[in-house]
T-cell receptor, first 116, second 113 residues
C-alpha cells in the first residue's frame, strides 16, 4: 500500500515553545490530509481536514490559531502546535487519502508530543 | 448525537479460534464502514471496506458484515494467531459519501497460545 511518513516520531518540548510535525505522502498525491489526536485507550479525534492550496477545515472545539495547518503541496502537510502547554501532550497522527468517497486512509506512524 | 461503540474491554481468545469484534452505531447512516488495525504507538493500518449496500466482505482470514438495519458491523478473524493481537478500530464514512471518517474507540484483541 501507499506510504505516509510522519516526522518526528517523538518530541519533547518546553512549555511556550512551538512544535512542527510533518506528514508526507511518499508515493502518491494526497487530495486530502487529516490530522487526528489520540489520548491513551481512546479513539482518534479528528482535529482538521486539509486540502492542498486551501485553508484547513477545523473541527468544532479545535483552536485554529493554536494548531496551525499548512498543506503546501499534494504530498506535504504540516501541523504546528503553537505555544505548547502540558495539556497539549498527546499522540498526533496524520492520514492521507486519494480522491473522495470510500477510499482507504493511509496513516503516518504518529508523533508522541510531550510538553514539559 | 452520533455515537459509535466498540467493546471497551479487551477480548482474549485462544490461538486458532475465531475472534469476533462488534461495532454498533446510533444516529448515523454511514455510506460505508472501514476496519483498521492499530498497534501500540503506531498509526492505524487499513484492513477492509464495506459499503452500505453490501452485506459481507472477505479478505483472507478476515470477514466483515454490515447490517444497516441493526446499525452494526461484525469483524471476524478466523484461525487467529498471536500476531493478530492489536487494537481494532471501526471507522464510518459520512452519509452520502465523502472521505471524512469517524472512528470508534477500538477493541483490544489478545490471542493467547
Amino acid at each position: 500500500g501507499a506510504v505516509v511518513s510522519q516526522h518526528p516520531s517523538r518530541v519533547i518540548c518546553k512549555s511556550g515553545t512551538s512544535v512542527k510535525i510533518e506528514c508526507r505522502s511518499l508515493d502518491f498525491q494526497a487530495t486530502t490530509m487529516f490530522w487526528y489526536r489520540q489520548f491513551p485507550k481512546q479513539s482518534l479525534m479528528l482535529m482538521a481536514t486539509s486540502n492542498e492550496g486551501s485553508k484547513a477545515t477545523y473541527e468544532q472545539g479545535v483552536e485554529k490559531d493554536k494548531f496551525l495547518i499548512n498543506h503546501a503541496s499534494l504530498t506535504l502537510s504540516t501541523l504546528t502546535v503553537t505555544s505548547a502547554h502540558p495539556e497539549d501532550s498527546s499522540f498526533y497522527i496524520c492520514s492521507a487519502r486519494q480522491g473522495q468517497g470510500p477510499t482507504e486512509a493511509f496513516f503516518g506512524q504518529g508523533t508522541r508530543l510531550t510538553v514539559v | 448525537s452520533q455515537k459509535i461503540e466498540q467493546n471497551s474491554e479487551a477480548l482474549n481468545i485462544q490461538e486458532g479460534k475465531t475472534a469476533t469484534l462488534t461495532c454498533n452505531y446510533t444516529n448515523y447512516s454511514p455510506a460505508y464502514l472501514q476496519w483498521y488495525r492499530q498497534d501500540p504507538g503506531r498509526g492505524p493500518v487499513f484492513l477492509l471496506l464495506i459499503r452500505e449496500n453490501e452485506k459481507e466482505k472477505r479478505k483472507e482470514r478476515l470477514k466483515v458484515t454490515f447490517d444497516t438495519t441493526l446499525k452494526q458491523s461484525l469483524f471476524h478473524i478466523t484461525a487467529s494467531q498471536p500476531a493478530d493481537s492489536a487494537t481494532y478500530l471501526c471507522a464510518l464514512g459520512p452519509t452520502g459519501g465523502g472521505n471524512k471518517l469517524t472512528f470508534g474507540t477500538g477493541t483490544q484483541l489478545k490471542v493467547e497460545l
